[in-house]
């Protein structure tokens, strides 16, 4: 019985023995595949390399000029036939293909919905100081009409998608804190005679023509008094006057923008050259994001040839040698 089990145990280490030697054969055989498909690789490209350095090696001054003669054609070529700049943020933030994209599409393009109004977004503000009262709301006043006496305005607005009606036409919409006085500073000049008729206005929670007031999308942290002193109804601090037209969005629309930020910012600053004036006016467009990404492209234009230069110089003093073999 011993023997026989014995004999069992050698066997079994006799096949086991067998099966490593093939496993091993087996791997063996693979790695010389592998090795040999790699070495069949390397070849060609090793030749390429070698008849390139040698070429370079024996025609240094040729080799230099032709690669930066082709590197400058390349990007010739690259700038006058297929260069342009596409700062839309739908292409630029959103993945593609993507199902966000091709719902935009479908909504701009085949839903037949109107097209949204071009929002031009204004604040008045004095670096969190609190501006209630006349001051800043004729600051505000200022910066709408600035806007509004631009040429091709009621031209354009004529057809808004928001509107509403001014001096029985029909206008751009417009949310500020100035409809409290129809938008008009004439009404407000002849209806307010002391800062706290002007905060009285300002603190009602129903315009003139009774649609509620959204204290959010016209002041920036407002804050009312308390109940104690009977002051709850009345803002005490504003710290920020915001103010949205809604331009249509037409052909002529990113012409008038363009005129329209310049004179914002013309008159913001005419403000800060005040002597005394706390007041600071901020302005933002629909295209303000475009324009900015364009001007900052154009003025990094000019960076790309004179990185070329410098690496290339990088390049000529780190591999150069005097030595004409090495």
């Not at 060609?44 to 070429?55: C, F, K, V």
């Not at 290339?312 to 030595?323: A, D, H, M």
Request: glycine fraction near 4%; include cysteine.
């Amino acid at each position: 019985s011993d023997d026989h089990h014995k004999e069992q145990e050698s066997t079994i280490s006799t096949l086991d023995q067998e099966s490593d030697d093939h496993h091993k054969e087996q791997q063996s055989t693979l790695s010389t595949v592998w090795t040999n498909t790699l070495i069949s690789i390397r070849k060609p490209i090793l030749r390429a390399i070698l008849a390139a350095s040698g070429l370079a090696a024996r025609n240094p001054k040729t080799c230099v000029t032709s690669t930066i003669l082709f590197c400058i054609t390349v990007l010739a070529i690259g700038i006058f036939t297929n260069f342009r700049v596409d700062v839309n943020q739908d292409t630029l933030w959103t993945p593609t293909p993507s199902r966000v994209l091709s719902h935009g599409k479908w909504i701009k393009e085949d839903s037949a919905f109107p097209d949204p109004p071009n929002w031009f977004g204004m604040t008045v503000h004095a670096d969190g100081q609190n501006i209630l009262g006349d001051e800043g709301i004729k600051r505000v006043f200022t910066a709408i009409d600035t806007v509004r006496n631009l040429p091709n305005y009621d031209k354009i607005c004529d057809q808004a998608s928001i509107s509403m009606l001014k001096n029985n036409a029909t206008t751009c919409g417009i949310s500020s804190p100035t409809k409290f006085w129809n938008f008009d500073v004439n009404e407000y000049n002849n209806d307010m005679e002391n800062e706290k008729d002007t905060i009285q206005r300002l603190s009602m929670m129903d315009y003139p023509d009774g649609v509620p007031v959204d204290l959010n999308s016209i002041f920036g942290k407002n804050e009312r008094g308390s109940e104690d002193d009977d002051n709850a109804n009345i803002l005490t601090s504003v710290q920020m006057y915001i103010v949205k037209i809604a331009l249509p969005a037409v052909d002529e629309i990113a012409e008038f923008e363009k005129i329209a930020t310049k004179k914002m910012l013309d008159l913001r600053n005419q403000w800060n050259a005040e002597s005394g004036n706390i007041y600071r006016l901020e302005v933002e467009s629909n295209s303000s994001f475009d324009d900015e990404f364009i001007r900052a492209i154009r003025n990094d234009i000019p960076l790309v040839p004179m990185v070329f230069v410098v690496m290339s110089i990088f390049t000529c003093l780190i591999f150069f040698r005097r030595n004409w073999v090495y």
